[in-house]
């Protein structure tokens, strides 16, 4: 039951902002956006979140359309480093906590 | 944050054997998870917990059953470990202070032969 879409791969030149792209138009009105990564062989890593107003952090901003039907992460100056699958996840704040992750987007920054 | 431990890190056995893979934090969460991986898929819940004498399963079936018997630990266990296991395990808890929020252990990488 995917409640996301994700391009499932995208490059970036290092340095320049990396903008990854999710639809989730059937979210609903007590669901938050957030993003997790996860880079090879680690744990997935929680990134950011956000309800309905943009969001920034050390990490990351995350842009929120209107309708709230879609949304954009953006890493500023993308680093090596930053090579990972980013997951949208949209779920209840409230709820016990369960995450369901869909296959994400394989993001490569490139020298 | 970096408190929730995961052993062993690696494990290659052989079918049939009985394999336990241990999860432990120290910052008294009620609530734990486990995940499972295949490698180059996607990720899974699996199991999770709300406190002591608490689980439940997760979205996938799996063969794999767990325990939480103290707070501090959620160990899952294979009863008879089959190459259908091989998998990546990674436990999971809140984040403190944002129950909403899940860091994960550093996971199991499991290979069955």
């Known amino acids: 039951d995917a409640k996301t879409t994700q391009p499932p791969s995208m490059d970036c030149a290092e340095g320049r902002a990396a903008n990854l792209p999710c639809n989730h138009s059937?979210?609903?009105?007590?669901?938050?956006v957030y993003w997790y990564r996860q880079i090879h062989s680690q744990g997935p890593q929680y990134i950011i979140h956000?309800?309905?107003n943009n969001e920034t952090n050390e990490m990351a901003s995350l842009i929120i359309t209107e309708d709230r039907k879609s949304s954009t992460l953006i890493l500023p100056h993308a680093t090596l480093r930053d090579t990972a699958v980013y997951y949208c996840?949209?779920?209840?704040?409230?709820?016990?906590?369960?995450?369901?992750f869909g296959t994400g987007t394989s993001l490569t920054v490139i020298p | 944050e970096a408190d929730i431990y995961q052993t062993p890190r690696y494990l290659v056995i052989g079918t049939g054997k009985k394999i336990t893979l241990e999860c432990s934090q120290t910052?008294?969460?009620?609530?734990m998870y486990w995940y499972q991986q295949d490698p180059g898929m996607e990720l899974h819940l699996i199991h999770y917990?709300?406190?002591?004498?608490?689980?439940e399963k997760g979205d996938l079936s799996s063969e794999s059953t767990v325990s939480r018997i103290r707070t501090e630990h959620f160990p899952l266990t294979l009863e008879s470990a089959r190459p259908s296991h091989t998998s990546q395990y990674l436990c999971?808890?809140?984040?403190?202070?944002?129950?909403?929020?899940?860091?994960f252990g550093p996971g199991t990488r499991l290979t069955v032969t």
């Open positions: 996840i949209v779920r209840p704040g409230y709820t016990g906590n369960q995450f369901y």
């Open positions: 059937t979210i609903s009105g007590n669901e938050y």
């Open positions: 956000g309800l309905k």
């Open positions: 910052m008294g969460h009620d609530k």
């Open positions: 917990s709300y406190g002591v004498n608490s689980t």
């Open positions: 999971a808890r809140p984040l403190a202070g944002k129950a909403y929020e899940q860091y």
